[in-house]
Nanobody
Framework: QVQLVESGGGLVSAGGSLRLSCAAS????????MGWFRQAPGKERELVAH???????KYADSAKGRFTISRDNAKNMVYLQMNSLKPEDTAVYYC??????????????WGQGTQVTVSS
């Protein structure tokens, strides 16, 4: 089993910045993919940013140029730096990882979510 704990959400004014962190723990052999998703009230969960073990990056069009996903393999951490935040970025943000564990089984995990609220 792998546990994910997100932090860094909060209330920020439009144009401000936040840095979300996701700490992973458990029997982790390798991260296959890391990503951030978000879900606004009344909307479906959507991909914000995605990073593969090979370094391939993918961003939602709404995030390009403003958000940056990164990782620290030594600390089993994944981050989402969000700049120039807009009210439409308000959502619950979820960390998602696909992990190969020490028994060489791969599974997908979600964090509990962290609220980001951007005021106009």
């Amino acid at each position: 089993q792998v546990q994910l704990v997100e932090s860094g959400g909060g209330l920020v004014s439009a144009g401000g910045s936040l840095r979300l962190s996701c700490a992973a723990s458990g029997r982790i052999f390798r991260f296959n993919t890391m990503g951030w998703f978000r879900q606004a009230p009344g909307k479906e969960r959507e991909l914000v940013a995605h990073l593969t073990s090979g370094g391939s990056l993918k961003y939602a069009d709404s995030a390009k140029g403003r958000f940056t996903i990164s990782r620290d393999n030594a600390k089993n951490m994944v981050y989402l730096q969000m700049n120039s935040l807009k009210p439409e970025d308000t959502a619950v943000y979820y960390c998602n990882v696909d992990v190969t564990d020490t028994s060489y089984h791969s599974s997908n995990y979600w964090g509990q979510g962290t609220q980001v609220t951007v005021s106009s």
